[in-house]
């Protein structure tokens, strides 16, 4: 279940992510920013079973809270106004993101006890690695 997701998570590694925030359309100056940043990746549920997922950096916080299966409005870190659901299958957390046209995907999924983030735009997929409580 998605118990094994929550938790404060460390990021401890990232490849490929500046030609993940290019093909997404993300501005020079802004994925500078998003290189530097060590994101703390924290995600609780409540007794409502909504989910919340807090980005928090130097740079910028910020948080989505959502139900599975059901989609809603996300404002994401980089500014763009998404179409977003997530769902949980085969031990992954899948979050599906649609706007202008374009969708990207980032799969979660927990193995050797770090959590790792796989995200996919057409061809470009960069993967980000975070650790539990570093």
């Known amino acids: 279940m998605v118990e094994q997701f929550f938790g404060t998570w460390t990021l401890t590694a990232s490849e490929n992510f500046d030609e993940y925030m290019k093909a997404i359309g993300v501005g020079f100056a802004t994925r500078q920013m998003g290189n530097m ?3 703390n990746l924290v995600i609780s549920v409540d007794d409502a079973g909504v989910i919340s997922m807090k980005s928090e950096s130097t740079f910028k916080t910020t948080e989505i809270t959502f139900k599975l299966n059901e989609e809603f409005d996300e404002t994401t870190a980089d500014g763009r106004k998404t ?3 997530i769902t949980f299958e085969n031990g992954k957390l899948l979050q599906i993101q649609s706007w202008d046209g374009k969708k990207t995907t980032l799969e ?3 193995q050797d006890g770090k959590l790792t983030a796989k995200c996919v735009m057409d061809d470009v997929v960069a993967l980000r690695t975070y650790e539990k409580g570093v």
């Open 37 to 39: 940043a060590k994101p």
């Open 83 to 85: 179409k977003t659901i």
């Open 108 to 110: 979660r999924e927990i």
